[in-house]
């Protein structure tokens, strides 16, 4: 186009470029290539004709740099690693390497030995981050930039509730004062199995003060008198000698630890002098010098009718004093007043009900310790608290507002409210109650939220109980430190007690309570309503031929204080029994209980009733071939008072089956 020729001219032939090629197509038309990612200078010849000569030319290509490497645009979640592959969206023409990545801003960029490249985000950052990376064609370096955008994800929250277990903290029943006769046992000396003696206040001022035991099978009044089933041999009276010289107890005192956010339960057995009024046998119980129970009962002039009582009260984390002291109106020149025995504290999560007067009030930073915090805290996070599963009439307070839950479930105004709020249930509740606890982390950017939920259980219980304990005025035969055969072959019912030895007890048609103490013990039961002592060391404990669940003859073991029996470990020898009876002193556990356990157990028809408090724990083990599931309701009263049951049964032939009462904290592992 830029030469000048008098005629016409024809391109006859075209030399070779040095960086490039020339072509013609078929069309006649010559194209220059430049070779792959080649900028810079360039020639080649060409050659014309114009009819009468031949001419040669020059052309000079200037190939002017065009860059191959576009901008990437990636995105990975936050707190998430990033695979890098930049050269997808890049051309090339032929082949290409990445000789290197420069610094992120929120993140790094790695390059593992496999030769992969990843970029991982700064701890907990969202947004936007660039960082640039070089790449190679074998012709020339060039350099690209990668945006990544971190999208933001909520992370879990930290959470924790306190769901610490019973613990037992002390227990006693004066098992090593000496009997060396049949009359009281003076123990000299302050302090006794852990009590501290109380001397006062005392209305007549001239008995000798002492620890006064008696032990089964002295002679109180004349009578031949007993400890109450299962609780060994000796118990101690309060009481105030209006003669001088005569032996008292004027009270006890005992300093106590305690817990914050834990329920306190004085358990011990009681029974009045034998026929005194309750001007002689009153007590109180004291807590740092609070009165916190009055009581008195009687007995007849035959037997002692000993009861159980439980007194509860609140730890603070500070120590608290403990004052059993005898109230006696009326005295003797004796001493008569009340009979102590089985004493135990035991320590529960929870509250008395009614410790605000109409209301129990539950104080939830107690139990959510240390407070509900956010694990990203670079300020792109806020914090929730929601309680849910909440039943039995219950309300929220915070400082002088009461809130309402809406379907069970409540969220606090502020985290902050965490440390003042209060679960409030009406006085008359009682039971174990149990909740959601739900702390929640929520983005801001983009509403992701993370929950982090645990269920908090807490015990509320009532200030007082009392529970008739039975046995009394029947035909009593007690043996001796050997092994004895102890039977009853009265027309009444029998109290058998082994004591210690070896012993054999015999139980005849009617309703027989047979304890064997402590040793290697067989215990028959027969005919009727029998009760038998559960003791480990047994041999045989078998009720014998009570009719079973739904007659009137039913043969019940009792389990003594804090008693546990895993039947996962052991096959204990308990054969003919339709009940299990927890509700004595302590909390008590059934474990791993099969439906072959059942089988063994009952005989048929196979169905055992398990009754307790809410301090009692079953468990029911599956195996292969022999399930439990809950398959109803049903109602059983033993020994006077009715118990709601819930039903499981099992699989296995037969349908075992288990009526456990509601109250019990069950499980099916």
């Known amino acids: 186009s830029n030469d000048s020729f008098e005629g016409s001219a024809t391109v006859t032939g075209y030399g070779s470029a040095s960086h490039g090629t020339v072509t013609v197509g078929t069309d006649g038309v010559a ?39 576009a901008t990437d645009q990636l995105t990975t979640a936050e707190d998430t690693q990033l695979t890098l592959n930049v050269l997808s969206n890049d051309s090339f023409e032929g082949s290409a390497t990445v000789t290197g990545y420069g610094s992120a801003s929120y993140g790094t960029v790695t390059v593992g030995t496999d030769g992969v490249a990843v970029y991982t985000p700064t701890e907990d950052y969202s947004g936007t981050d660039t960082f640039t990376y070089t790449v ?12 990544v955008t971190v999208t933001p994800v909520a992370d879990m929250p930290n959470l924790t509730v306190v769901n610490n277990a019973s613990a037992s903290v002390f227990t006693n029943s004066w098992e090593s004062a000496a009997n ?19 001397d006062s206040p005392d209305s007549d001022g001239v008995g000798t003060n002492v620890f006064e035991i008696w032990s ?13 089933a299962g609780n060994g041999i000796n118990w101690l009276e309060l009481n105030n000698a209006n003669k001088t010289g005569n032996n008292q107890t004027i009270g006890m005192s005992r300093d106590i630890p305690t817990t914050a956010g834990r329920v306190y339960e004085l358990s011990f057995d009681y029974a009045g002098a034998l026929g005194r009024t309750t001007a002689y046998t009153s007590i109180q ?15 007849t002039s035959s037997f002692f009718d000993w009861k159980n009582l439980i007194v509860r009260f609140e730890g603070d984390g500070n120590t608290h004093k403990l004052k059993l ?64 599963g909440l039943t039995g009439g219950a309300t929220i307070k915070i400082g002088a507002t009461t809130y309402t839950p809406v ?22 509740y009682e039971g174990y109650y149990t909740f959601n606890v739900t702390a929640r982390a929520t983005e801001g950017a983009n509403s992701d939220y993370a929950d982090n939920t645990k269920t908090l259980g807490v015990y509320v219980l009532g200030a007082f109980s009392t529970v008739d304990l039975l046995g009394e005025g029947l035909v009593i035969k007690k043996g001796t430190i050997n092994a004895d055969t102890l039977s009853n072959t009265a027309k009444n019912g029998g109290y058998l007690m082994g004591l210690a030895g070896n012993d054999t007890l015999n139980a005849n048609t009617n309703d027989d309570w047979l304890d064997g103490g402590t040793g290697s013990d067989v215990l028959h039961g027969s005919g009727g309503s029998d009760h038998l002592v559960y003791d480990s060391a047994d041999t045989v404990i078998d009720g014998g031929t009570g009719v079973g669940t739904g007659t009137s003859a039913i043969d019940i073991l009792i389990l003594p204080t804090a008693t546990n029996i895993d039947f996962g470990a052991s096959s204990p020898p308990i054969t003919n029994m339709e009940v299990i009876d927890l509700t004595g002193n ?18 048929s028809p196979y169905v055992l009733t398990i009754i307790g408090d809410y301090g009692d724990t079953v468990s029911l083990q599956d195996i292969t071939g022999a399930t439990w599931s809950m398959t109803g309701t049903s109602s059983h009263t033993v020994d006077g008072v009715t118990y709601a049951c819930d039903v499981y049964t099992n699989t296995l032939t037969g349908s075992p089956q288990v009526d456990v009462a509601h109250v019990l904290h069950m499980s099916i592992i």
């Open 586 to 603: 302590g909390d008590h556990t059934i474990s791993n209980l099969s439906g072959q356990d059942v089988k063994d157990i009952t005989g």
């Open 407 to 428: 379907g069970g479930s409540f969220t606090l105004p502020s985290e902050s409210d965490l440390s003042t709020a209060k679960l409030v249930l009406p006085n008359t």
């Open 216 to 228: 089964t099978g002295d002679s109180y009044s004349g009578t031949t008198v007993y400890a109450s």
């Open 31 to 69: 194209v220059y290539t430049p070779t792959a990612d080649y900028n810079g200078t360039d020639t080649f010849t060409y050659t014309v004709s114009n009819g009468g000569g031949a001419e040669t030319g020059t052309v000079t290509v200037t190939v002017t740099a065009v860059s191959d490497v």
């Open 180 to 198: 060396s006769g049949t009359g009281a046992e003076a123990v000299s000396g302050t302090s006794f199995d852990g009590w501290d003696r109380v």
């Open 325 to 388: 002291i005898t109230t006696a109106t009326s005295t003797t020149n004796a001493g008569s007043g009340a009979m102590i025995d089985d004493v135990s504290l035991t320590s529960k999560q929870g509250v008395v009900a009614g410790n605000a007067g109409a209301t129990t009030e539950i104080s939830l930073a107690q139990y959510v310790t240390p407070a509900p915090s956010l694990n990203d805290t670079d300020g792109s996070e806020t914090l929730s608290i929601k309680l849910s």
């Open 136 to 147: 190679s064609n074998g012709g020339g370096v060039e350099t690209g930039t990668a945006m």
């Open 285 to 299: 119980i004291y807590d740092n010098d609070n009165l916190i129970q009055s009581y008195s009962n009687t007995s």
